[in-house]
């Protein structure tokens, strides 16, 4: 049997379970990640969640030896720990009720030039989120004796040991100062400092699972659980180490986050849903973001689409504005149109044409003008966006990840940091010319500069 390393994947969409073997996709399990309507607030169904996890590790095992865990989860969910349990539900990011800590919230909120986080919607800040769980849930915040990331609430659950962690606690949280390294102003103002647990690595092993996990699962009793990492950063680990700065990886699910190592963050501008995260070394990265999984689900549905529909859209003229999802982006506030006819078989081209004019922009404000493109998870397994992003920019190569599963590849890197074993390489996209592409996206931007931000 295989040594392995068993990372849990947790999304905003799904929750996964999956096992690699030096970088090598041995086995995954998957299912949906649901929401709780609360009271006190919409929460993540942490309980569904966790038996889903013991039930695939328990599968897992028997096949396999697993050597290590490593979660990883996205960085817009907390979770308020008392005495061996939760005190407080770990609040759903798009639940809206946090507007109502406005503008208390603005008074200790630090400037975008302290955090390098952009004021987002609904709960997408943590520090908002902890903010109403204090305010307006006191009840609840009194029994919590530490404040951690979501994927160190895993890490706490498998092996007791609670921690922070720097890419989670500075992916636009507002609770982090990333050029200093350091927490900010808000938690200070909140008086929440005493909630934060010692700061460890993402690459750090804290312990052992407990021993009742162990008899539930039939994993070893000594096998380690690791610090884990804020979702994006996972994906960001296999080209820290393959790969010379300047490049650029596009991180694709739900989100697409665009994260430019070597960039300076002196042109990132909150209005742009541009910031700084922070890699699992602790250095910031210029970083944007926009909901393009969700909208190209609410423009097209599912499925890709072939040049030859590409191309048909261009020809028509028809286009798709920002925003759909409500959140993320340059345009987060304003309501999607589509302009034109569209045949339902050339949705899915629409969609596709979307995303990378907003990818494009988005590079463009950042000033990620030169060296390579890759793009990882759902949208490498769609050939025509990389081809359409690469004619957009044609100075940059572009290429394509082999499976979606880039987040939890590189979450599996920390069990062996740095890895010793050959990290593979994406694909690249050849170039290509698609026409009418040029005066499409003039017609596009101009549309699109039409939009009050």
Known sequence: MSQ????????????????????RLLWEKSAPNRVLPGPPYPHEDVESAWSFFLDALREAARTHQVSAIVPTAHGAAGALIGDGELAAPLMDYEFTGVDAIEPEYARLRPPFSESLSPKLPAGLNLGRQLAYQKWRCPDLFAKARYFVGYPQYWTWRLSGVAVSEVTTIGAHTDLW?????????????????????????????????????????????????????????????????SRQAPFTVLSTGTWVILMSVGLSLDQLDPRDDTLANVDALGRP??????????EYAMIAGGGNPDLDAIERVIASG?????????????YATTKGVIHGEVEARDRTAL?????????????????????????????AGNLPFCQTLG?????????????????????AML???????????????????????????????????????
């Open 351 to 379: 969609a596709t044409l979307y995303c990378a004019l907003v990818s494009d922009l988005m590079l463009t404000r950042m000033g990620a003008d030169s060296g390579d493109l890759i793009v990882e998870g759902t949208f």
């Open 4 to 23: 392995t390393v068993a990372v849990l994947d947790i999304g905003k969409t799904n929750v996964k379970l999956a096992l690699f073997d030096e970088g």
């Open 177 to 241: 100062m990333p050029r200093q390294g350091q927490i900010s102003s808000l938690v200070r103002g909140l008086d929440v400092d005493h909630l934060l647990p010692p700061l460890r690595r993402a690459f750090d092993p804290l312990g052992p699972i407990r021993p009742e996990i162990a008899a539930a699962t039939g994993l070893g009793p000594e096998t380690p659980v690791f610090c884990g990492i804020h979702d994006s950063n996972a994906s960001l680990l296999p080209y820290l180490v």
């Open 285 to 294: 990265i210029a970083c944007g973001r926009f909901m393009g999984g969700r």
């Open 318 to 330: 028809a286009m798709a504005l920002p925003c759909f999802s409500g959140q993320g982006g340059p």
């Open 415 to 453: 069990a062996h940091w740095p890895p010793s074993y050959h990290v593979a390489e994406p694909a690249p996209v050849a170039p290509i010319s698609i026409a009418g592409l040029d005066s499409y996206r003039k017609a596009w931007t101009a549309a699109v500069g039409m939009i009050a931000r």
């Open 391 to 411: 004619a957009l920019r044609p100075t940059q190569r572009v290429f394509a990840a082999e499976d979606a599963a880039g987040t939890a590849r590189g979450a």
